[in-house]
C-alpha cells in the first residue's frame, strides 16, 4: 500500500471515528438536559424517597405521597400529590375534584395510567363527570380516543343506532354512546338529551362497531386512559442543573430545589450549583475542538 492510500484509509477512520464521538456527545447532552423527564436514573434520597402505598406501583419525583410528606416540604410537582387507598393503590385527585386510581406509571416514557375510582369494577359504568387538566403538566396521550356519552335522550334513534340498554330505560328517555365525532347526523343530540359526558379511554380496548362499543365500554373504562407529563413550568430551572424541585407547606407554597450535593435552593439563596460532566470534569468546547469534532 502507497503512502496516498495509507493516509486515504487514515483519513477515512478518523472520519468516522469523530462522525462516532459527535454521536455520543450529542446524546449525552441530550440526557444531561432532558433527563430529568424520564426519571429513568432516579435515586432516592431522604428529601426524594421513593415509595409504595402496598401494590406493585412504586413512585417517586415528580410525585410525591401525600401522607407520607414532612409537615414543613415536600419534593415533587405541585398537584402530582398521590393519596393511598384503603386497598393499598395509589390515587392521584384532579382538577374536578374527581380522584383516579393510578393503575400504572412508566418513568421512561413518562405515562401515567388512570382509572376513575367511580367506575371500578362496574360492568356497565354510568359516567358521571369529564375529565379536567386544569394547569397540570399533564397532556392526553395519542394512546388515547374519547367516547362521548349522551344520556336520558328523548329522540326517536333507534332506527339509527342502539341504546344502551344496560344503563336503564325511563320511558321514552334512553342513553347513547359513541366514539367522539362519530355521533349519527340528522339529530340534535345536545338538545334533545339531557346531559353530555366524554370520557377517555384507551384507544386498543374499543372497536368501531357501536354494537360492540355499547358492549365493551365498560370494560374500557375499567382499564383506564394514559396521560403524559412533562417538566413543570416552573421546575425547569432547578431540574436543568440536575436538581429536584418541590415546595415548603406553607399557606402560599414556597418553592425548593433539592439538590444532588445534598443542600436545598430557594428562589432567594440561588438554585443547585450545574454539577456533572458538563461543569465538574467535562469536555469543554475547546476540548471537542482539539479532538476534531467542531471547527471554528
Known sequence: MNNTETESSYSETMSSTRLYLLA????????????????????????????SCGNDV?????????????AHQHCGYPGFGLRCSDSGEPMLGLPNNVSYYVKDLNFIASTITLVDVDVVHQACPRARHNISLGTLPL???????????????????????????????????????????????????????????????????ITSSIDELIGSFGVAMNNGFVLNWTVAKECDSCEVNGGLCGYKNLTVPEFLCFCRDGSIGTRNNGLCKKLGMFVDDALSLSNYKAMGLFED
Open 24 to 51: 455520543a456527545v450529542l446524546l449525552l447532552l441530550f440526557f444531561n438536559f432532558h433527563g430529568s423527564n424520564a426519571n429513568a436514573s432516579f435515586s432516592a434520597s431522604t428529601n426524594c424517597p421513593m415509595y
Open 139 to 205: 397532556d392526553y396521550s395519542p394512546l388515547d380516543v374519547n367516547l362521548s356519552f349522551y344520556f336520558n335522550c328523548t329522540l326517536d334513534a333507534d332506527h339509527v343506532v342502539p341504546p344502551i340498554t344496560c344503563l336503564g330505560i325511563y320511558g321514552i328517555k334512553k342513553s347513547y354512546v359513541f366514539t367522539e365525532g362519530e355521533e349519527p347526523d340528522g339529530f340534535d343530540w345536545s338538545e334533545s338529551c339531557e346531559e353530555n359526558v366524554v370520557v377517555t379511554v384507551k384507544e386498543t380496548e
Open 58 to 70: 412504586y413512585f417517586h419525583y415528580p410525585f410525591w405521597k401525600i401522607e407520607d410528606s414532612t
